[in-house]
């Protein structure tokens, strides 16, 4: 049937046409929405048509990696929750859940977005963990870039506990902001056939040939891909690819 | 000594009691605690003479004997195929019930049905425990080719199909799309794109305003305004 289904999605995008009246390089309406939970230092809901993903950022002293002593370090997971898809399992991190947390990471990582040498509070010993937990609460397609915006919005929202040099009271939060840099944003293109196209639905995601995932900054700097799907991609799609995402990139981050 | 609890054409929570007394008679929806009649699910109070039945306003398909409904084959078993019908339960089409043709054993079930295929077929059974059984055989039940597949609500589903399938038939003429509305909520289309678009539009604007009167009339007037913009458009 996927070979059915493949046919007659091609058959509406020779015709310029999706399933749900969109354009090839339209998203869905997208909506973010700031500090939607009480006990993470910063949050966000973001919401790509019933696509809905919530993040939080929790602030931890911790000691620093060996080979990193003056720099606080970053973690991002990533949960497909069962309530959010009938295809999702409780259980252990499965493959999807887990290159959504490496792609969004990365995108953060590869951006410079934090500022990580300031938030070292005693070198080798001392320095904030940023611990970022995406949740999906609804899955309509395009977890990854509703997760990687979510992220960049928590990150922004986020305010540190305050900290006395013993202990982190979070039940006090400051007004200061994480040191961020620059926010990434990411776009999953996709390539069915011939067409490229953006933002799919869960029938788009089964028959996909290829997707590009380009996480890039404000300023347009691409900053991490990731290549997924069967199907190989040419120089040329990787060209038209990133071309359709940094467009579409700009669209994301003004939501920000 | 029988009294209604609650007026006629009312809305009902599960749990309430809706009738005291032995006369009344409980169908769909509503079940006897002892003198009383309790609604079981939420919905609309329609008392016809002694009967007292509900009509839901949300929930999942329950499947009923005589049914014909549009499901997706989602296993191959050693005597026939698991089918997901849209509901809480899945049905079973056994090898006797898929053709009229002979299978010798230990032959390779997915030449008849694979995983993913989409059929047509009608309900022949729903035992006590809710095991469905359901059968190929009979007038229009085949294996569904390229198409479009939208979900809707299953109670939606006699509004869509309207009197004697005139808004069904309707949405056809007017699109010019094949369409199969199972009863389980599940819908098949085929035609071209643009038809197709404007179909399932048609589709979700009924599931949403099927409770305000003159339904037919305005789906009418939207269907006849919609083609006019794509003829314009051609």
Not at chain 1, 106 to 130: H, N, P, Y
Not at chain 2, 168 to 185: E, L, P, R, Y
Request: charged fraction near 25%; proline fraction near 4%.
């Amino acid at each position: 049937m996927n070979e059915l289904l493949r046919a007659h999605i091609l058959k509406w995008f020779e015709k310029g046409k999706r399933y749900d009246g969109r354009k090839l390089d339209e998203f869905r309406l997208v909506s973010v929405e700031y500090g939607v939970t009480k006990n993470a230092e910063g949050s966000a809901r973001v919401k790509i048509g019933d696509t809905e993903v919530i993040a939080g950022v929790k602030l931890a002293v911790e000691k620093p990696y060996p080979d990193t002593p003056k720099e606080g370090t970053l973690m991002v997971g990533a949960e497909l929750l069962p309530l959010s898809s009938p295809d999702f399992e409780a259980g252990p991190p499965n493959e999807e859940s887990i290159e959504i947390a490496r792609v969004v990471d990365r995108g953060i990582r590869e951006a410079k977005a934090i500022d990580t040498k300031k938030l070292c509070i005693d070198e080798g010993e001392k320095a904030w963990a940023v611990i970022v937990d995406i949740c999906t609460i609804n899955s309509a397609g395009n977890l990854l870039d509703a997760a990687a915006l979510a992220t960049s919005a928590a990150l922004r929202n986020a305010r540190f506990p305050s900290y006395n040099g013993k202990t982190v009271d979070y039940k006090k939060i400051t007004d200061n902001k994480l040191p961020i840099v620059r926010l990434p944003v990411s776009v999953t293109v996709i390539k069915l056939g011939d067409h490229i196209f953006v933002d799919p639905t869960v029938e788009e995601e089964n028959v996909i040939d290829a997707r590009l995932t380009v996480a890039i900054t404000e300023s347009g700097k691409i900053c991490a891909m990731q290549k997924g799907g069967n199907a190989p991609i040419t120089v040329d799609d990787i060209d038209r690819m990133i071309e359709l995402a940094a467009a579409k990139a700009g669209e994301l981050s003004k939501k920000l | 000594m029988a009294e209604l609890l609650v007026p006629d054409k009312s809305i009902v929570v599960p749990g309430e009691e809706v009738a005291a007394g032995m006369d009344f008679l409980p169908t769909e929806g509503i079940y006897r605690d002892g003198e009383k009649l309790v609604a079981s699910r939420l919905g609309l109070l329609v008392v016809d003479g002694r009967l007292v039945k509900l009509i839901p306003l949300s929930g999942k398909y329950l499947p009923k004997r005589g049914d014909v409904i549009v499901g997706k084959v989602i296993d191959v078993a050693i005597s026939g195929w698991r089918i997901d019908i849209n509901s809480a339960y899945t049905a079973m089409l056994s090898m006797k019930e898929a053709t009229a043709e002979f299978i010798a054993r230990g032959a390779d079930l997915t030449r008849y049905f694979t995983f993913g295929d989409y059929i047509v077929t009608k309900i022949v059974n729903v035992t006590s425990q809710n095991l469905v059984d359901i059968t190929m055989k009979g007038p229009g039940l085949r294996k569904l080719s390229e198409g479009m597949i939208v979900t809707v609500a299953p109670n939606k589903v006699p509004r869509i199909i309207g009197k004697q399938g005139s808004m069904v038939s309707m949405i056809k003429d007017a699109t010019g799309c094949k369409i199969i509305v199972g009863q389980n909520g599940v819908v098949w289309l085929q035609g071209e794109p643009e038809q197709e678009l404007l179909a399932v539009t048609t589709l979700r604007k009924i599931e949403s305003e099927s409770h305000i009167s003159g339904l037919t009339d305005r789906i009418k007037a939207f269907l006849d305004e919609e083609m006019k913009k794509l003829q314009a458009g051609k």
